[in-house]
């Protein structure tokens, strides 16, 4: 077994490929919107990636039927008004150790590079405050000036000299630049702790509009009215513990005096 | 030193085999079981497996003679009506670091795959709440339906959507499924930190319904007792305990009146 | 991908130069200095290095432009009065993992040994107590009495049987000592926790004195006395807190009275 | 760099030489009987070994010398009674990772192998308390019951049963029986957390008792008589401490008196 074993299910040509990594990260961001594109644009899987720098364990899924830690390769052919061909990375987890880390990104990078990669984007999650927003923000950063400017005009927030972007989504692109790849990634306001669809939905409008294609996001804005209502729920809840301590409070000044 | 050395003590034959792995974890359940039926049915011990990744020690056992941390492969041959050739995995240890258990595992079932496996079984613990439960469940996963439907028709409980296995017990089922060897789990349910013989039971009872062969459990049932009556007495000193506080609380207030 | 992947950006020749080890470390004290040193003596990058043993991450910069962790190694001819050669190792980095410590470091070694290294001066901090120190004193420690003797004529504070040197600064020497380069450690005092351009320039001072070389430490004078105003505007907050706080207490004092 | 670099310094011949293992461990004990062995005795250093298993760092020693982590083998001719060759392991440190250790022990031993090794002792200490006791018993385990009964003709404490032996004193024994090499463990009883050399003393009698050597143990005697007045100095200022504390609620009494 290798760092990284790839099973490739299809050979396939693809046409100058935009290369999109969105592997399971802080809010599930990127995860969610990448998952989303796949069943919209029906996206074909055409590899499956394997490493024993994964957790070393399998889960338990719907009906008791186990499943393994993965990463997957999709691909996507034509898309959106400047035709792009597309190859996704999803899965389960990412490497648990640090230089695990590194390994698989460059063994990925290396069997996509085969197909003439254009450049990188990564999705990702970017939390600013624990509290849930109300219009998440979708924040940017490049390996270069030519990609920030497309930031910017997708009026893009860019992140400047704060601090880094650990794992997958910053590795991608680190290790991109090394070959003369560029990219950019893109990251959802969340407070990282739930499955963040209104970030999900947000970072895919973005996305959307920068690769010049439409997609329904409609079973994605369903989750997040969901995830809106349970927040809202939990806001309540919250606010009713506190009148009501506070009211607890009241009857025991009462019973004192 | 490869990652497992495995030293073959005896060239065998074996008759598409059924692989049980049952090392320890929660509880010692799936260890103890496993333990019993090499006891009882007289199997024999074909190779010894030793490990860098396991933990870097010896173990003083009785007389002072000192244990290395290992595993074992043992085969039994025609066992119960269905003549099944079985080969079970036991041990004091399994690795002690994430990618060393799937290195290892891989380099196990890499070897007991030339044996033509037939199914997997892997043996465990589940952890379902810190108290001693009177009749302990056994819970069930496994790589495809056909043997979801097998756990069912032995009443046992499939876990769903759940979390995970962690540990060698999900990884050869993992591992297994990618070179399309099918399998299952079964977790006995436990308190998980002493060493069940009650959980051991229940879940060997059910191995040996599905495999359809017979166990006396005697002995296995008189360490059960024995840990039944341990409990018994551990609950008792605390009632006894909670009691004398309670007195003593009691003398204090009198003391105090 | 090796260890350390060293990417030469120019072939050159050297006259068995010193090398000087400066990576981030306590206080940022030899990475300072050895970056002053490179902007302000133009010395020439030569070589890049990049390693799996790094953080898993990139760091976003101005601009939102996304940077590697990487070392890099710098060259400088003819310095001082003895035309001495340098090679200069900065970066943003140390390898994470106590194995890649050693491992980067032996390639890197492996690699400056090629020019023949004279002598190996490796630049650190020193924590003596958690507050800012007037006059930051300089540390040190060699391979031998030769060098010993030379940071004794420096006046520099010889460190005796008081524990270790951790990380690159340590490694380096000892790595060179086992293939007969010798050296010599230069430590700032700092309290570590902010970047000590204070001590990074006493410690500047006592690298010239011994190099025998003149270097303007006018910028490294404005940014210590930079550092110096914010350490006294932090006292000053830190002395109005405690007057305010003693004041509110003499207030709750009258109040209560 | 292998796991372990072995540098040769003197090709050697020897009888059927006992390796003895006395590398740094609780209270440093097997460590300080095996130095005390080598002065007084005047075993003769053969090899150095360095790894990068071993904590990335150097130790600076009296005056200023940096020293590197490293193990050392040395040899004594026609030791005692029985004229024994012995081949003996020192150093400064062990293995820092759970693998290293297993990696290190494994290339040492498959070095000294090729001497052919007798058999094979690992000194070590051993904490029942952690208040020093007045006479440190000495523990023993083995590979075999010939080796127990050795240890018991020494009238030396056998451990049955109780967990056990972590890092090289293990480990030694452990790869050893694998290769058909028996051994002991002698472990000195000690508080764990200062250099135990009254403890180290108790051990080397015992050793050289089995072994049939003399050994002027003054030096050694002399330490731990310095050691003993330390414990005892430590003992009487905390009883001073407590009878100040039981004077101080005596005068608070009185003063509320």
């Not at 979708?138 to 910017?152: Q, S, Y």
């Not at 794992?167 to 003369?180: D, E, I, K, Q, Y």
């Amino acid at each position: 077994m290798n760092t990284a074993e790839i099973n490739v299910l299809e050979e396939i040509e693809l046409d100058n490929p935009i290369f999109i990594e969105a592997l399971p990260g802080l809010g599930h961001v990127g995860k969610l919107a990448a998952d989303h594109m796949i069943d919209e644009l029906g996206a074909t899987k055409f590899a499956e990636i394997y490493s024993p720098t994964f957790p070393p364990q399998v889960l338990v899924k719907d009906e008791g039927i186990i499943e393994n830690m993965y990463n997957e390769l999709y691909y996507l052919r034509d898309v959106g008004e400047d035709n792009l061909d597309l190859i996704i990375l999803v899965g389960n987890t990412q490497a648990l150790s640090p230089e695990g880390q590194y390994l698989v990104c460059q063994e990925i990078l290396d069997f996509v590079s085969k197909y003439d990669i254009d450049r990188i984007f990564t999705l990702g999650g970017m939390v600013t405050s624990p509290q849930p927003v109300e219009n998440p923000r979708i924040f940017g950063a490049a390996t270069n000036e030519a990609n920030i400017e497309l930031l910017k005009e997708a009026e893009i927030e860019i992140r400047v000299n704060d601090g880094g972007i650990v794992g997958a989504s910053g590795l991608f692109l680190g290790l991109g630049v090394r070959r003369g790849i560029h990219g950019m990634c893109l990251m959802g306001e969340t407070p990282g702790y739930f499955i963040d669809a209104e970030s999900a939905e947000a970072l895919l409008k973005k996305l959307s509009q920068i690769l010049n294609f439409e997609i329904n996001v409609e079973k994605l804005d369903e989750r997040a009215e969901e995830t809106r209502q349970m927040i809202a729920r939990a806001q309540q809840m919250e606010q009713d513990l506190i009148n009501k301590a506070n009211a607890g409070n009241a009857d025991d000044l009462r019973y004192i005096g």
